[in-house]
């Protein structure tokens, strides 16, 4: 485990430094072929992501596959009460990706879509791709739904003796319970944190036994994502983060990690892990509180 936690903390590093240290891409949207924040909850909406070379304007066009996509969306409510992660589609002859939110689609990995944008109120839409010869970015906009806003409160879930969260649900007619419980490592630049979930199912003796039927969704065991409340807050310092884990081996835990150098704000969170289970995508929220640990004191 040392070892997967150090491996794991100089590939954040270097994932983090390439996202971020590149300045010569910019990230262009257009929502239903305009220029514009504002959509209307519940309608179609199509979006269009491109990326130029800051001082040439070049379209770039070619790309990497990253976990089975070219592109992974990710769109967030400001109250962090909606999650979904879609995947828009990828046209190399102009460069642009292109997805339309709230219609169905054929397509098993954007389940998402078909309900995607139903709710009034501000989100976040982050688009994440690998530019061949250029390294990773991450594009990020704000969308304001015309619509009726609920008004939810994310409540902490109650955490056991021992720290962690138990949850229970019930998903394709199965009843799942699911156990999260995280760890923190001071390092000399920030710390580690570390995600361990486990998720059973009930069998026919109304015991909860090790989901039988895990398999990868889009080459990874499973995905997640985390964000600090106030996510929204701050368009140059996003207070997010994307992890995966391979299936469980010799044991039930999914293990999930990333290096946190000042990029995760304490107090409310909220992470949605995603595992494949008898050919279904569970998507399960997790809402919790997190203190950021002082830097060790290295040499």
Known sequence: MKLFSIFLLLFSLASFAQINGDHIVETHFRINGKDTNHVMAGKPTTIEVWYTHKDTGEVYKDFKLMHGKIMHMVLIKDDMSVFKHIHPYHDPVTGIFQITLNLPLSDPDNFHTAEALTKGGMYMLMADVEIQDVGMRMGHKMLHAMGENPVNTILMDEVNPDGSITKFFTENGKD??????????????????????????????????????????????????????????????????????????????????????????????RAWFQIKENGKVLTIPFTFDYQALPSAQCR
Not at 200 to 212: C, G, R, S, V
Not at 225 to 233: A, K, Q
Not at 251 to 263: A, L, P, Q, R, W
Request: charged share 20%; glycine share 8%; with cysteine.
């Open 176 to 269: 799942y319970k699911i156990n999260l419980f995280m760890e923190q490592t001071a390092g000399c630049s920030g710390s580690l944190v570390e995600f361990r979930v486990s998720l059973f199912e009930k069998d026919e003796n109304e015991n909860y036994i090790p989901a039988q039927a895990l398999e990868d969704w889009l080459t990874q065991g499973a995905h997640a994502v985390w964000v600090s409340d106030g996510l929204m807050h701050g368009m140059h310092h996003m207070h997010f983060a994307h992890m995966h884990s391979a299936l469980p081996v010799d044991d039930t835990e999914f293990v999930f990690g990333f290096h946190d150098n000042k990029i995760m704000k304490s107090g409310l969170q």
